[in-house]
């Protein structure tokens, strides 16, 4: 028998997309039932506690968690999000609901042993209800008490070597596509940047030292399956500077109907024969391909590497061999003064391990930069339009290319520095007036 | 409800204690296959909706299955995935960028035996636990956030309008039909945790009545000076208030400057603006991350205003799938629902989606808000 009536929520267990509701009532009852004998560290009736809560804000329309909550481990400086009920007396088995960042492996691939260690943990210790995953990447550990909260860091790091994800103004949890381990388009191994930076910086994960909130993400081609370009600060865009490798007898199968375009992705509707012309040719924003006498062209230099044409025909045309990344930076949501996405650094950089030239040229200078200059809660793309990205490619060495802007600006209100202009600023206005009379 | 304890010693909480580990490393989970293959896969084909095969270079395969996912998930579900992969797939898989479970095999005579399992596993209540799907030219999961379950600063509820909008868009989960692949996200705030602000369709919750002012805690709660600054468009200054013979430090806010964004209630709780009628949904819509043919788009703000109706959201759930059935039925192929937008011009977007403009979808924050006005004589009767 569930604990609370929850006629509003009830209704989100019919259709056929999996039910949230229906997974909670499971775990409920599972819980009720505890058939393993768990002695159960957070109250046995937690589940049906947020399923009370979550009734109830479907009843007022508002949510019915306090403002806040500031908890965590020794040590540490974030990964932790407190949360309390604002109704205690009502769902007491939630008056304290925690949630746990977990830091995931790159590219979140498991192991059935691995799901079930961390199942075992938190079954007993918390909630039982996870996200899998959060947006930044992380493993969310979803409802604990704060007693609860060394214990399962305790048993993270001595029975599972698994640490902590990032919360706060710091550095926060990595997150990649899969990259290399099941992708064509890979252009680097976005996995190996992503665990290495991610131990590298552990500190800056772990201890907030920064002006606000930093996330890093790596995206294996300009695809952007892990939205770099959208949801990080520093974004790392795989990309090449050489021909796209072209199989001709490939094309040829596409052209004749032996292959589907797209690898089939619009099988669910008559599109028609492919049509190379049509599909690709006139699709390809640069103009850049000709198909003539059988044969496909690609002009190189004037390709911008937007992937259609490989996405179209991937059996037939694959990345170039030159391989490495474009780095952008300063994307960000709207809070405070817009949302931005992020805007080219550097146009080509080899991504090779240790990824020392990243870390010296790019990472570091730009954190010194921010972590000096920028203002209380000021993303860096909100610094980058604040102070200039002249200012930001002073404070990273990097020369200015026109391949940072979409098109120069069309004010004229130009400044100058003092040294760029022949004879400086110091000028005596008795002199001017030796030839220019009041 | 006996205290079993880790090992952890709370009176020497420094010691034995471990940190700076990191995540486990990646390669630990790899299928064999993968592992094998990384870096050197040739091609892929989706055989159909929600599977996949990838060709290595040695001439392997490996087959991968992809199924909806809740997100939020409990550990029982996550042990049936694990019975499943466990059965089929050597004890691997993986979860994906919007949240979907792959489970991935080398093992062709597995696909289909697989397959009829998942389909087979399902809910009390009715619903797939493991629908197939989320491939191609169609609409895959929604990228969504908190909501009621958890967040303090919630316009609406995150996993309920995602349930109700992917009933009803189901269809488009489980097939490859639209033009190009249709990402809808869906964030409680416009703090934006997600991907809204650069998806096909966003779902956004959002306030529209300025806070309530907590006079007699504020002082006590907030650091006024972060409140202040918190405001996109100043319109809270600092102000004294006389209560009960007593003087108070608390701030003020201009209503007519206020547009209910809720960051000054982030920085601080003594500004709560949560409301039952007030509260709702925006949509927006013509998003797009990838860099395919054209650059990446911020979504558009396309209806200002649709009250929350939980639980199952009806009116919103309706207006998005008209707009996917517009641009379904119109736009050429390859063309992203932004890309249609903008060639036929938003005039007509609104047009074929039958979708009212209002005032409040022209913009009006600062500067740039000049650029997005019509400085041009082409347009569309």
């Known amino acids: 028998m569930a604990k609370h009536e929850t006629p509003l929520i ?19 009852e599972s819980r009720a039932k505890n058939e393993k004998n768990i002695e159960y560290q957070i109250p046995q009736d937690c589940c049906d506690d947020l399923l009370g809560v979550l009734e109830l804000s ?4 508002r949510t019915h968690w306090k403002h806040g909550g500031i908890v965590g481990v020794f040590g540490y400086g974030g990964g932790v999000i407190g949360r309390y009920c604002d109704q205690p007396e009502m769902f007491p088995g939630v008056a304290h609901f925690h949630t746990m960042r977990v830091s995931q492996p790159a590219g979140k691939y498991y192991t059935t042993k691995y799901i079930e260690d961390i199942c075992d943990l938190w079954e007993r210790r918390g909630s039982g209800l996870t996200n899998m995953h959060g947006a930044t990447g992380d493993i969310i550990f979803l409802g604990t008490t704060t007693p609860q909260l060394e214990e399962v860091f305790w048993e993270l790091g001595h029975n599972l070597n698994q640490d902590l994800g990032g919360s706060g103004s710091n550095l926060r949890t990595p997150s990649d596509c899969l990259g290399e381990s099941r992708c064509e388009f890979a252009c680097f191994d976005t996995q190996a940047i992503c665990h290495d930076l991610t131990n590298e910086y552990q500190d800056e994960l772990h201890r907030p030292a920064f002006p606000y909130k930093f996330k890093f993400k790596f995206d294996g081609c300009p695809n952007c399956c892990v939205a770099a370009i ?5 974004a790392f865009i795989g990309t090449w500077r050489d021909d796209i490798r072209i199989d001709q007898e490939a094309v040829k199968a596409y052209i004749g109907g032996e292959i589907p375009p797209n690898a089939g992705a619009h099988a669910g509707r008559d599109w028609g024969p492919f049509d190379i012309q049509k599909e690709v040719i006139d699709l390809c924003p640069t103009k850049c391909m000709r198909y003539e006498d059988g044969k496909l062209e690609i002009n190189t230099p004037e390709c911008t590497r937007c ?9 037939a045309l694959r990345v170039g061999n030159d391989k490495g990344a474009s780095l952008m930076v300063g994307a960000k949501a709207p809070i405070l003064d817009g949302a931005q996405m992020a805007t080219l650094l550097v146009p080509f950089i080899k991504v090779e391990p240790p990824y020392t030239e990243i870390k010296e040229t790019v990472i570091e200078p730009i954190w010194d930069w921010w972590m000096e200059e920028g203002k209380n809660r000021e993303r860096l793309g909100e610094l980058i339009k604040r102070e200039g990205m002249q200012k930001l490619l002073e404070v990273t060495g990097f020369k200015a290319d026109p391949r940072m802007i979409q098109e120069p600006r069309s004010n004229p209100y130009v400044f100058w520095k003092a040294d760029e202009v022949p004879g400086g600023f110091e000028r005596d206005i008795n002199e001017f007036r030796k030839f220019h009379q009041r | 409800m006996a205290f079993i304890s880790s090992g952890y010693n709370p009176k020497k909480p420094m010691e034995n204690r471990i940190t700076d580990i990191g995540p486990r490393k990646y390669d630990e989970f790899y299928p064999p296959v993968i592992a094998k293959n ?6 892929h084909e989706i055989l159909e909706p929600g599977i996949l095969v990838h060709v290595g270079e040695s001439g392997d395969k490996v087959y991968t299955i992809r199924v909806g996912g809740c997100r939020f998930m409990s550990v029982t579900h996550l042990r049936e995935i694990n019975e499943i992969a466990d059965k089929y797939c050597d004890g691997y898989l993986r979860f994906t960028t919007r949240n979907n479970i792959e489970f991935m095999t080398d093992k062709e005579e597995n696909v289909k035996p697989m397959k009829e399992d998942l389909l087979s596993r399902k809910f009390a209540g009715g619903s797939y636990k493991f629908p197939i799907g989320g491939t191609g030219a169609g609409v895959t999961n929604i990228v969504h956030t908190q909501g ?4 303090h600063t919630p316009a609406t509820d995150a996993s309920g309008t995602v349930k109700a909008t992917m009933d009803v868009l189901f269809d488009q989960f489980t097939d490859m039909k639209l033009p190009a692949k249709l990402r809808v996200s869906m964030a409680c705030c416009l703090n934006m945790c997600g991907a809204v602000h650069c998806s096909d369709i ?10 309530m002012i907590d006079h007699e805690y504020i002082d006590k709660m907030c650091e006024i000076p972060l409140a202040i600054a918190a405001c996109p468009t100043a319109a809270i200054k600092p102000t004294k208030i006389e209560i009960e013979g007593k003087e108070l430090k608390t701030v003020s806010v201009k209503e007519e400057k206020c547009m209910f964004c809720g960051n000054c209630y982030t920085m601080c709780p003594s500004m709560p603006l949560a409301d039952d009628v007030g509260d709702g949904i925006v949509l927006m819509a013509g998003g797009k991350i990838s860099n395919r043919r054209d650059a990446p788009k911020f979504s558009k703000v396309v209806v200002a205003f649709i009250p929350n109706e939980q639980p199952r959201w009806p009116t919103m759930t309706a207006t998005i799938k008209r707009m996917i059935e517009a641009y379904s039925k119109d736009a050429n192929k390859y063309e992203r629902l932004g890309q249609w937008a903008e060639r036929i011009g938003w005039e007509r977007f609104f047009e074929k989606c039958e979708l009212e403009f209002t005032h409040h979808l022209i913009d009006d924050f600062r500067d740039p808000a000049y650029y997005t006005w019509r400085q041009t004589t082409n347009f569309k009767f």
């Open chain 1, 10 to 28: 009830d209704q989100l267990e019919s259709g056929p997309w999996p039910s949230f509701v229906s997974d909670l009532k499971q775990e409920a």
């Open chain 1, 58 to 61: 479907y009843k007022h329309g």
């Open chain 1, 230 to 234: 959208a949801r990080s600060d520093l």
């Open chain 1, 307 to 315: 992937m259609h044409c490989i996405n179209v025909m991937p059996r």
């Open chain 2, 38 to 43: 990384k870096g050197k896969w040739l091609y």
């Open chain 2, 148 to 151: 009621w379950i958890h967040c």
């Open chain 2, 202 to 211: 966003a779902i956004l919750g959002y306030h529209r009545k300025p806070p």
